[in-house]
């Protein structure tokens, strides 16, 4: 997967169908999932699960994919903080942030892309 670390770890991650993987960076953990291969609902799906995963303020998820996923952005953007950025190979990546308050309150079983 392009832009992991070397000592990123392959996690197993409920309701996932893609490969994910953990790692530091600085005092954050990291979790990561690359669905630029892959067509719907599969992008959903899997943020949906990597999302769980984030629970508190020192970590975070990265999602790369084909293009922003803007049906998940409505499904979550209040909940949780997000940067989206192009990379070189027209893929992006997405990082996404807990909010204490907020992120606790996200419908993550609604993985639908409807």
Do not use: R
Not at 6 to 31: C, L, P
Not at 55 to 64: E, G, R
């Amino acid at each position: 997967m392009e832009l992991l670390p070397k000592d990123a770890q392959k996690i197993e991650v409920a309701g996932s169908t893609v490969d994910f993987y953990t790692y530091m960076e600085g005092n954050s953990t990291v979790y990561q999932f690359d669905t630029s291969m892959t067509g719907p609902p599969e992008p959903m799906v899997n943020a949906m699960a990597g999302l769980k995963l984030i629970d508190s303020v020192d970590k975070k998820l990265v999602m790369i994919n084909h293009k922003a996923p803007g049906g998940l952005f409505g499904k979550i953007g209040e909940n949780y903080d997000y940067k989206v950025e192009d990379l070189d190979n027209g893929n992006v990546k997405v990082v996404f942030n807990y909010i204490a308050g907020e992120s606790e309150k996200a419908n993550l079983s609604d993985n639908t892309c409807s």
